[in-house]
Nanobody
Framework: QVHLEESGGGLVHPGDSLRLSCAAS????????MGWFRQAPGKEREFVAA????????VYLDSLKGRFTISRDKAKNTVYLQMNSLTPEDTAVYYC????????????????WGQGTQVTVSS
């Protein structure tokens, strides 16, 4: 059974950093690309970043390049999202997702989704 579980969310101040984790079942992790999405209150879910199953390819939402970094640890079956210089506009529920074919921003590419972790940036 495919399972994705996010963790690491919380309440932080503007300018702080946070690292999200997504633990995946081995079957999912070893063959799937992984992505992060987020959904702010009253807004549609948007793509944040993705990484190929080899880790050799990463894709980012343009506006987040240089501030967010996606990575994966195959030994731990975990994908990470390092978020720096957080602003209130980053407040959202963050979801990880797994894609069997390639990586990219399209929702339809992703077959499996976690339950999400809340990130709140507030002074």
């Amino acid at each position: 059974q495919v399972h994705l579980e996010e963790s690491g969310g919380g309440l932080v101040h503007p300018g702080d950093s946070l690292r999200l984790s997504c633990a995946a079942s081995e079957r999912t992790f070893s063959s799937h690309g992984m992505g992060w999405f987020r959904q702010a209150p009253g807004k549609e879910r948007e793509f944040v970043a993705a990484i190929s199953w080899t880790g050799s390819t990463t894709v980012y939402l343009d506006s987040l390049k240089g501030r967010f970094t996606i990575s994966r640890d195959k030994a731990k079956n975990t994908v990470y999202l390092q978020m720096n210089s957080l602003t209130p506009e980053d407040t959202a529920v963050y979801y990880c997702a797994a894609a069997a074919l390639g990586v990219g921003p399209e929702f339809s590419r992703y077959e499996y989704w976690g339950q999400g972790t809340q990130v709140t940036v507030s002074s």
